[in-house]
């Protein structure tokens, strides 16, 4: 019996081995295959010969990245930045143990302490030296004392990292420490216990109190007021040399241009999208992975498409004034950030040209040092009787374009210039047309500073600036106007594809099983406000369980695959193709030259790797979500700068080149649904148009290299 064991397991360890082959030569570092004859031609080179160079300039740009993607959130009585030999105490677990990209990056990264001190600002090391050693709110009476000479300034940095399932490890880990019940949701968003007390006690002793945000998901700001900090960073999560880039900005030598992502607000669970967030159940399926549901009754009205439009309804007087009050909802709105100089936009102009409308605006610096500014386009788009009898939500503004000016000196000012096509002014009719329209009437296109001056601006153009419930300052002098008709056929049609755009999930509709859902709307915001759908457990009918089936049953009038058949004399090398359209039927002939057993391991093995095709002459090719020590995708959204981000994909490009990867696992398209989404950190934006445009630029760097982006989690995996 032992023998038959000993055989089995020795004919299984033969399988395994051989079928995952690959991989475990990669993995040890060996070849698959020797090189015979003359060597071929090398379509993608390095423009690095040496590694150790590649590594220092590509630091260098994650640098620069985390630099731009830093945003000022506040700056009471200009206490930022620093000055030069200003003695500060540095307080926060964060501060000894902050939040990175990877823990690859956590390792070879410079500390604050060393950061601040190589920007000539001392830091009290007793305390450092406490903390460092896990120290926690109850301070020795020497650390209490050195206080009083570092008195300065207090930094206190909170550190968040995001997790799946929108659970945040860090706020639990620091629960469970501290003997509090274990945190879950929007807790995680707000302050611990252990964090109130320090900045109550630092505040009690300190003069001038900084707290850095060293967090993946938007934290709620209430306790800015709450404990009267002065100056706040928001830093996401760091790349390589990041702790460098935030002593730079807190010392002055860099001036900060970052701009925010995502709405800042005072409580996420106010967010539409907030009351359809979990774990719900279809309790009677039985079906294998088909029990789960989610609803997302907030439509279109995620970030700043609600709140913004919620606000302007509410100034406008067809919402009411007490069921929203911007100020007690908004800390901070999309696209803001601060500089350490002051910006003016002035003279805006707007014509029609031959590829659209050709817009341009004036960017003075009214300040006294240099500075970049971002230049915000959006649109305002008519929200018709046909919208609003169809359902066709209309936000009241969308980003539709942006520009990050190089640096402007003190006095100095430059004209920002982009051009609109019309297919910016778009819309989804989803009940009615069931694909894109330009609904006829007058369209609004305002240049703003961030999404809620770019609403006070139409608002004061529309002469409403007089309303009680008008929040900010706005100026109707940057508004231009566009009067379109109506088209229902240009749009139907991708630009890119040229495919017909039709809705889908039409099946998935909750209309079609529930006579009673109602989708957010801003015509009835208060009788359409979502609540949880089904309480969170629904028994689904048949004909939705239907829905959940995955078919399993073979086609028996499939055509049958070709096996190991040649179209020629010989089999056709995968380079062959290169320049080859994806739809050209030399694709399948190529195709009908593997084995089944090929096949198999392409579909079927892998592990990271993506197998070597002998018929086919087509090498191993790896797969990385390396990170390659670049901060965040929300750092990388928070810059506005695509120039940046495309260098960067140029530089991961080089790095996979030298690594031998082949195929790059790109950040998540999801957009930023509530606070609380998991994947926060590893997504761009709660908006469509700056994740794009993001993505997009990133896309295009490794591409030159010959690096295949892989885009991945672009819907329905936003929790």
């Known amino acids: 019996l032992m023998a038959v064991l000993l055989l089995a397991v020795t004919f299984a360890g033969f399988k395994v081995s051989s079928d995952n082959e690959q991989a475990i030569r990669l ?11 003359e060597e071929g031609p090398q379509y993608f080179a390095s423009e690095y010969e040496d590694v150790a160079e590649l590594r220092t300039d590509s630091a260098e740009l994650a640098k620069r990245i985390q630099r731009e993607g830093i945003v000022l959130l506040r700056n009471a009585d200009e206490v930022l930045p620093l000055r030069k030999g200003a003695m500060v105490s540095v307080f926060g677990k964060g501060a000894v ?19 601040l001190e190589a920007e000539k600002i001392r830091v009290n090391e007793k305390l450092w030296n406490f903390t460092q050693r896990g120290g926690r709110n109850s301070f020795s009476g020497s650390v209490e004392k050195s206080m009083e000479e570092y008195s300065e300034a207090a930094v206190v940095v909170i550190s968040r990292g995001a997790g799946p399932a929108d659970l945040f490890e860090p706020a639990y880990a620091e629960a469970e420490e501290s003997g509090e019940p274990v945190a879950a949701g929007a807790k995680a968003l707000q302050l611990t216990e252990e964090e109130k007390e320090l900045l109550a006690y ?8 900084i707290v850095v945000l060293n967090t993946e998901n938007p934290m709620e700001m209430g306790f800015l007021e709450e404990y009267g900090i002065d100056g706040c960073l928001w830093t996401g999560a760091l790349g390589t040399n990041g702790m460098t880039a935030v002593a730079e900005v807190i010392s002055g030598s860099v001036n900060p241009s970052g701009r925010l992502a995502d709405t800042l607000v005072y409580n996420s669970l106010n967010a539409p999208a907030a009351a359809n967030l979990g774990d719900y159940e279809i309790r009677n399926s039985k079906v294998k992975y088909g029990d789960r549901y989610l609803v997302y009754a907030e439509g279109i009205y995620v970030g700043y498409r609600y709140y913004e439009t919620r606000y302007e309804d509410t100034v406008l007087g067809t919402s009411s004034r007490s069921a929203f009050d911007y100020d007690k909802e908004v800390a901070f709105p999309f696209g803001y950030g601060m500089s350490y100089t002051e910006f003016e936009l002035q003279d805006m102009a707007m014509e029609q040209g031959k590829k659209g409308y050709e817009i341009s605006v004036n960017v003075l610096n009214t300040g006294d040092r240099a500075g970049k500014e971002i230049v915000q386009f959006y649109i305002q788009k008519p929200y018709s009787q046909y919208a609003e009898k169809n359902g066709m939500e209309i936000p009241s503004v969308e980003l539709a374009a942006f520009v990050k000016t190089k640096e402007i000196e003190p006095g100095e000012s430059a004209r920002v210039k982009i051009v609109l096509g019309e297919e910016a002014f778009k819309s989804f009719d989803a009940a009615g047309r069931g694909t894109y329209i330009i609904d006829g009437g007058t369209y609004l296109v305002t240049a703003a500073q961030d999404s809620h001056r770019a609403v006070n601006n139409i608002l004061m153009f529309k002469m409403k600036g007089g309303s009680e419930a008008f929040s900010g300052s706005g100026d109707g002098g940057l508004v231009e106007t566009a009067d379109l008709v109506r088209d229902t056929g240009s749009y139907a049609v991708s630009s890119q594809t040229g495919y017909e755009i039709s809705r889908v999930f039409r099946e998935a509709d909750p209309a079609a099983y529930d006579t009673d859902y109602r989708q957010l709307t801003r015509s009835l915001w208060g009788s359409t406000w979502p609540v949880t759908w089904n309480g969170g457990s629904y028994s689904a009918p048949a004909s939705f369980q239907d829905l959940l089936k995955v078919s399993s049953k073979e086609d028996t009038k499939a055509e049958a695959p070709v096996y190991n058949k040649a179209h020629g004399e010989k089999n056709a ?21 593997l084995t089944w057993r090929e096949t198999y391991s392409l579909v079927r093995k892998g592990g990271g790797v993506v197998n070597e095709v002998i018929s086919c002459i087509s090498p191993q090719a790896m797969i990385s979500a390396d990170k390659f020590g670049y901060p965040s995708a929300a750092v990388l959204a928070s810059t506005w700068n695509t120039e940046l981000i495309l260098q960067m994909g140029q530089m991961i490009g080089e790095a996979a080149l030298h690594a031998g990867v082949t195929f790059w696992q790109m950040p998540f398209l999801n957009l930023h649904r509530t606070a609380m989404g998991g994947s926060n950190g590893d997504s761009f934006s709660e908006d469509s148009f700056l994740t794009g445009s993001m993505a997009a630029a990133l896309c295009r760097g490794p591409g030159g290299k010959g690096v295949i982006p892989v885009l991945g989690r672009m819907v329905l995996a936003d929790q």
């Not at 993995?27 to 004859?37: C, D, M, R, V």
């Not at 630092?202 to 109190?209: A, N």
Request: overall charge negative; glycine content about 8%.
């Open 27 to 37: 993995a040890l570092g060996q070849s698959n295959y020797e090189a015979a004859g």
């Open 573 to 593: 090398g995968l380079v062959s193709l290169r320049e080859t359209a994806f739809d050209d039927y030399r694709w399948g002939s190529l195709l009908d030259q």
């Open 97 to 115: 143990n902050p939040v990175y990209c990877d823990e690859k990056t956590a390792a070879s990264s410079v500390s604050l302490k060393d950061a």
């Open 202 to 209: 630092v505040g009690e002793r300190f003069e001038q109190l």
